[in-house]
């Protein structure tokens, strides 16, 4: 009687254990840029001194029904990440501090999807910051860029 009584409560963790965790939904980013940015080919040019803003980041072309995202971090070179939870995760950076040349910026963030795993995605981009002296004579107007994240 022991036995069945031990394999009774067992059986739940058996049929758990089963489920496919490892799926993911398909679905790409909208991220829109202010002015001051020029994306092109995952590349962000942006003049020092002018701001670099992010307005929003929203889900599209998904095959699910319901999808979200979480709080939203922005990170440049590795560094300390600068964190978001409202939406739609509008962010703007001062390129005073940030030095003439290439960097590495990310996105990151939870994605929340009917039936799926929680997952976190990464955006990456190349960021450049080009010299005062360099300023185009027509200012960046931003723009609107959907990519599809590397998903872990």
Do not use: W
Not at 28 to 53: H, L, R, W
Not at 90 to 100: A, E, G, K, L
Request: net charge negative; charged share 15%; hydrophobic share 40%.
């Amino acid at each position: 009687m022991k036995r069945l009584i031990y394999l009774l409560l067992a059986l739940p963790l058996f049929l758990v254990s089963c489920s496919d965790d490892d799926k993911v939904p398909e679905f790409d980013v909208k991220i829109v840029f202010g002015e001051g940015a020029t994306v092109e080919n995952n590349v962000i040019s942006v003049t020092q001194g002018q701001p670099f803003t992010i307005e929003s980041i929203t889900p599209v072309n998904a095959n699910v029904e319901d999808i979200a995202f979480g709080s939203v971090t922005y990170q440049l070179d590795y560094g300390v990440g600068i964190t978001t939870a409202l939406q739609p995760y509008r962010m703007s950076f001062d390129t005073n501090s940030i030095p003439v040349g290439r960097h590495l910026f990310q996105i990151r963030f939870p994605v929340f999807a009917v039936d799926y795993s929680v997952m976190q995605a990464l955006i990456t981009y190349e960021l450049v910051v080009l010299p005062a002296e360099e300023t185009p004579e027509t200012p960046p107007t931003g723009g609107t860029e959907i990519v599809t994240p590397a998903i872990s």
